[in-house]
């Protein structure tokens, strides 16, 4: 799956409990999110900044924590944990590989860790290149300054390497057990189950197979895929379309609803410009993704099988 920072994109077979998400992969949250699950993987967890996790983090892999995040609970990981500068655990810290801790770190109840332990008080990264640079420019090495400038342009934006497949979680989201609320598009991958009302700045794409116990709301599109099964409302400015099989326990209102003729909806439907009865068409869910998302008319789907 392409990384996209402005999707928050759930994974495959992705489970919500009361307390725990529990997925596969890499798991990237970004700075200034709160969220009120742990997580569990068996991939890693990368951890932004400024960030509230009100549950434990648990991972095969390695765990980075930035700078000024609060963990709830338990940290426990098979690898390496970082730990940035004011970074506070309320619960007991356990991993298997190495520890490095910047300053200021607290953790309520202690840790337990088995290889390498690097307590560090550094000297901001800016400071310390301003140092250096002051000292290249006493020695007259011009030359070697231009080297780093260089050097630092072409680093500027690179990327950190991620598995095929992971959890996204946008700057600023908030990802709660009640409500959630995110600044753009959501992807939920098939025979998922979320937790929880998505107030979604963007489209909602649903794949086959996933359960929403909760509301939909969106910005633009709806999208939900065969045999998908949302335990409330579906409401968005934009068009829905909902698939084969599916089932909608509330309302749905959009600006035009596609609805497959083998779906059933307990509520009511509310259409500005109109409802189009879609009927059951072979035809991977991909392929109707791609063509919802370039707003492709979907009738004509019925006009092939008509003719």
């Not at 426990?76 to 970074?87: D, P």
Request: charged share 30%; net charge negative.
């Amino acid at each position: 799956m392409t990384f996209d920072r402005q999707t928050l994109v759930i994974p495959d077979e992705t489970k919500f409990d009361e307390h725990t998400i529990i997925t596969k992969g890499d798991v990237i949250i970004g700075d200034c999110c709160l969220l009120q699950f742990g997580v569990k993987t068996d991939g890693r967890i990368f951890v932004g900044e400024h960030v509230i996790v009100d549950g434990d983090l648990e991972a095969t892999k390695d765990i980075r924590t930035d700078v000024f995040s609060r963990i709830g609970g338990n940290v426990k990981s098979g690898g390496n944990v970082y730990l940035g500068e004011k970074v506070k655990l309320g619960g007991k810290l356990s991993l298997k590989g190495d520890l490095d801790v910047a300053d200021s770190v607290e953790m309520d109840e202690g840790f337990e860790a088995k290889g390498w332990i690097n307590i560090r008080s550094p000297i901001p990264v800016v400071i310390y290149l301003f140092i250096y640079l002051a000292q290249l420019l006493k020695m007259g090495h011009s030359e070697e300054i231009e080297r780093l400038l260089e050097e630092m342009e072409e680093n500027d934006g690179g990327t950190i390497p991620i598995s095929e497949i992971f959890l996204f979680i946008p700057n600023n989201s908030i990802i709660g057990v009640q409500k959630s609320k995110v600044d753009c598009n959501l992807r939920v991958g098939r025979k998922s189950h979320l937790i929880g009302n998505y107030d979604v700045k963007g489209n909602v794409y649903v794949e086959d197979d996933s359960v929403i116990y909760g509301t939909l709301k969106s910005t633009e599109d709806v999208f939900c895929g065969k045999n998908t099964n949302v335990q409330g409302n579906i409401d968005a400015k934009g068009d829905v379309r909902v698939d084969e099989n599916a089932h909608i326990a509330g309302d749905i209102s959009g600006g035009k609803i596609y609805l497959s003729k083998i779906a059933s909806v307990d509520g009511m439907l509310f259409a500005k410009n109109g409802i189009s009865f879609v009927m059951p068409v072979e035809s991977d869910t991909e392929e109707k993704v791609r063509r919802f998302e370039s707003n492709v008319d979907i009738l004509d789907e019925v006009d092939e099988m008509l003719e």
